[in-house]
């Protein structure tokens, strides 16, 4: 699967970088001439870890244009999920109301924080006429990340806390569409990949050899922001 989604993201980059290489030969197609831009992404959204609760996410990004195809920049995403772990017991009737007794085990609260460095490459789906701005395109993204969870665990039958600090890299695949709605603001929409796996060394000194406890955050999700021009 991770292999898979790899393939997919690294052929989607090349067509599109391809393809924005060509038509930028014609500067009509991307439209105004170049200036350079700092952006501001805001956005919120919704990720799926493999081996934590689904939730949502909100982050933040520093962009500036490259060329007339491609953005670097580099974002924090925050992504915090509460839950339990919860046992049915017994089941009773008061009445006519039917009652359950429902027994918590364990309490988690995860923090998730993503630290990358991205490349977005871009393709223009309308052009105004009117003053050669891109209205509406198309993008990929590919980023490298440095990933962090904090995991506080409340257990109830043991009547212990423990909080656990996992880190470890990373990286993000995205493509989605832009759509300008101001003249500095601009609609973002994308659908991403993130794969990591975080460690924690939890080697003792009795060990003979050095263990790690895995966390793998690889995921689904999507991204829905704005981009504010900064310059």
């Known amino acids: 699967m991770k292999k898979r989604a790899m393939i997919i993201v690294i052929t989607l980059l090349a067509v599109l970088f391809t393809a924005s290489f060509v038509m930028a030969q014609n500067r009509n197609v991307y439209g105004e001439s170049l200036v350079k831009k700092n952006m501001i992404d805001v956005h919120a959204g919704y990720l799926d870890p493999r081996d934590v609760e689904q939730g949502m996410l909100f982050g933040a990004a520093l962009i500036s244009t490259f060329d007339e195809a491609v953005d670097i920049g580099f974002g924090l995403d925050i992504f915090q999920k509460s839950y339990s772990e919860q046992v049915e017991i017994a089941t009773g009737q008061i009445g006519e109301t039917q009652t359950t007794t429902i027994v918590t085990r364990l309490d988690y609260k995860r923090t998730v924080l993503p630290l990358y460095a991205s490349l977005k490459v871009k393709l223009p789906g309308l052009v105004s006429r009117r003053n050669d701005k891109v209205i509406f395109g198309y993008f990929a993204r590919a980023s490298l990340s440095y990933q962090f969870l904090f995991s506080d665990e409340k257990n109830y039958e043991l009547n212990k806390s423990e909080n656990r600090k996992y880190r470890g890299f990373g990286w993000q695949g995205g493509a989605g569409l832009f759509y300008s709605v101001g003249a500095r603001s601009t609609l973002i929409g994308e659908v991403i990949y993130n794969n990591c796996a975080v460690n924690r060394n939890i080697t ?20 829905l922001g704005v981009e504010l021009d900064i310059r």
């Open 204 to 223: 003792k000194d009795t060990d003979e050899l050095p263990k790690t406890e895995r966390v793998d955050l690889s995921g689904v999700g999507f991204r």
